[in-house]
């Protein structure tokens, strides 16, 4: 790090501004590298953020009617300069002799829908509330999207109720159902640039990830799922007496389902497909980081003809999910997201009607290398299961098992294949990692790397630390 430093040009300061020198401990009479400069300019940027969050919550005790506008503006003057934070350590860790400042590439797509979704209908939230959502990349607002809460929980629900007991959807036939979502898949394909820039946008994962991989497999899963809606049928069992036995499969009814930020569109799938295909109606809570994508294929499937009130989104923050997994009038809820929230979840439904429950929670999967493995396909497979979509994945490969044979030749190899991986803007080609969700998950990146280097790890063998020997 200091063989880089060496080489930066040093920044003469002007001599006016004053009290910006003195707040960010600059002296005008001394010459600082452009890394110095730059990180005594965050360190008084982080002092703001500090202000603006005491004024922050100022505001909020002092009044409580205080209109929306005003608190988004806030939150986002907070998010904006706590991601100068992101850039500080970027810098420290990225510094170079040429500092380069690339401004955001502007997606590709436009932000159409940012209301609540219920009944078929585009509403704004009964409390006329909202919250923005940011762009990973900047922490500056996209959009402001309607914010549910109980009232609109109850909204949709009573929609989704509606068109279940008295809807066509769950009275028409498989092969019609089938038949729908076939269409929502044929049109998911027409918009599929739109979506993956949008699913960019909103969560930061790399536009080549999002087109060629996370898209294809959003139409895939429908169609898959339309084949099995009229394949879903009972049993017809052998009795020891005279009498007729038959198991009959049924739509269970309101269908609750609450979804995480890091594959929206994918866990949209993974919770609507089944239980549309099924004759369910849903009332879907996206992650409030990404809500954007979910309203928009929500409109495209209306636009191929679900019936009202059998697809409703509620974007939200965590207490609608409370009042989604609690409501009496839902009939099943299905998770996707901490282990911690998870245990509320079915806290939450066991204390109200005693939903069933699907949970899909995080997990800390091995990868184990064996002695005859080809090593450097080994590495490849190794450093896409842990750095694959940020890192950012429920089932990635994060603890590494070498046998102690081929360890240090993984190690190394390993190593070489982390420098070489490229970050920056999602919607650059050729960008293998942009940023991480949002500063909360940075920010807690950062204080399991601090540990480790609390116990002894330096950041040149920090990845030999995280990796297991296997004997034999």
Request: net charge negative; hydrophobic share 35%.
């Given at each position: 790090m200091n063989q880089l430093i060496d080489d930066v040009q040093v920044v003469r300061l002007p001599l006016h501004a004053p009290v910006f020198l003195a707040a960010a401990n600059l002296s005008p009479s001394k010459?600082?590298?452009?890394?110095?400069?730059?990180?005594?300019?965050f360190a008084l940027l982080r002092f703001c953020s500090l202000l603006c969050y005491l004024l922050h919550l100022y505001l909020i005790f002092s009044s409580p009617a205080m209109d929306t506008h005003t608190r988004r503006i806030i939150s986002q003057l907070r998010t904006s300069i706590r991601y100068s934070n992101y850039w500080r350590k970027g810098i420290r860790r990225f510094c170079s002799s040429a500092v380069v400042h690339e401004e955001p590439i502007t997606p590709p797509v436009e932000v159409k829908y940012n209301q609540l979704l219920?009944?078929?209908?585009?509403?704004?939230?009964?409390?006329?509330?909202?919250?923005?959502?940011?762009?990973?990349?900047?922490?500056?607002?996209?959009?402001?999207?309607?914010?549910?809460?109980?009232?609109?929980?109850?909204?949709?629900?009573?929609?989704?109720?509606?068109?279940?007991?008295?809807?066509?959807?769950?009275?028409?036939?498989?092969?019609?159902?089938?038949?729908?979502?076939l269409q929502f898949a044929d049109l998911l394909e027409r918009h599929s640039d739109e979506l993956a820039a949008l699913e960019t946008?909103?969560?930061?994962?790399?536009?080549?990830?999002?087109?060629?991989?996370?898209?294809?497999?959003?139409?895939?899963?429908?169609?898959?799922?339309?084949?099995?809606?009229?394949?879903?049928?009972?049993?017809?069992a052998p009795a020891d007496s005279l009498h007729h036995v038959q198991t009959l499969h049924e739509p269970i009814g309101v269908a609750g389902q609450i979804i995480p930020w890091n594959f929206p569109l994918l866990m949209f799938a993974w919770k609507v497909g089944p239980a549309l295909a099924c004759g369910n109606t849903v009332v879907l809570k996206p992650a409030e980081q990404t809500p954007l994508s979910a309203l928009?294929?929500?409109?495209?499937?209306?636009?191929?003809?679900?019936?009202?009130?059998?697809?409703?989104?509620?974007?939200?923050?965590?207490?609608?999910?409370?009042?989604?997994?609690?409501?009496?009038?839902v009939d099943k809820i299905a998770f996707t997201g901490s282990t911690e929230t998870g245990k509320a979840v079915v806290g939450a439904a066991a204390k109200s009607n005693l939903k069933p429950v699907t949970l899909e929670l995080g997990g800390k999967s091995p990868f184990i290398i064996c002695e005859d493995a080809d090593v450097d396909k080994a590495v490849e497979?190794?450093?896409?299961?842990?750095?694959?979509?940020?890192?950012?994945?429920?089932c990635a490969g994060s603890r590494t098992f070498?046998?102690?044979?081929?360890?240090?030749?993984?190690?190394?190899?390993?190593?070489?294949?982390?420098?070489?991986?490229?970050?920056?803007?999602?919607?650059?080609?050729?960008?293998?990692?942009?940023?991480?969700?949002?500063?909360?998950?940075?920010?807690?990146?950062?204080?399991?790397?601090?540990?480790?280097?609390?116990?002894?790890?330096?950041?040149?063998?920090?990845?030999?630390?995280?990796?297991?020997?296997?004997?034999?």
């Open positions: 010459n600082y590298s452009v890394f110095e400069f730059l990180t005594k300019l219920i009944n078929g209908q585009f509403v704004d939230a009964a409390s006329g509330k909202t919250f923005p959502t940011f762009d990973p990349r900047t922490g500056e607002a996209i959009t402001t999207v309607a914010e549910a809460d109980t009232e609109d929980v109850n909204r949709a629900v009573s929609a989704a109720r509606k068109a279940f007991d008295e809807g066509p959807w769950p009275k028409m036939t498989a092969y019609e159902r089938s038949c729908i979502m946008w909103d969560n930061g994962k790399p536009y080549e990830q999002a087109a060629n991989e996370e898209i294809p497999m959003l139409i895939r899963l429908f169609r898959y799922y339309a084949g099995w809606a009229d394949k879903i049928h009972g049993l017809t928009y294929v929500s409109k495209l499937f209306h636009e191929v003809g679900l019936p009202p009130g059998v697809l409703n989104v509620i974007p939200g923050s965590g207490s609608a999910g409370a009042d989604l997994a609690s409501h009496m009038d497979l190794a450093h896409s299961a842990v750095f694959f979509n940020q890192g950012q994945c429920c070498v046998h102690e044979r081929v360890y240090d030749e993984f190690v190394e190899k390993a190593k070489a294949r982390a420098l070489k991986r490229i970050v920056g803007d999602p919607f650059k080609k050729g960008v293998e990692q942009g940023p991480q969700i949002d500063t909360e998950q940075f920010e807690k990146i950062l204080k399991y790397i601090k540990s480790g280097t609390e116990s002894g790890a330096s950041m040149s063998n920090l990845l030999s630390s995280q990796m297991s020997r296997i004997t034999c």
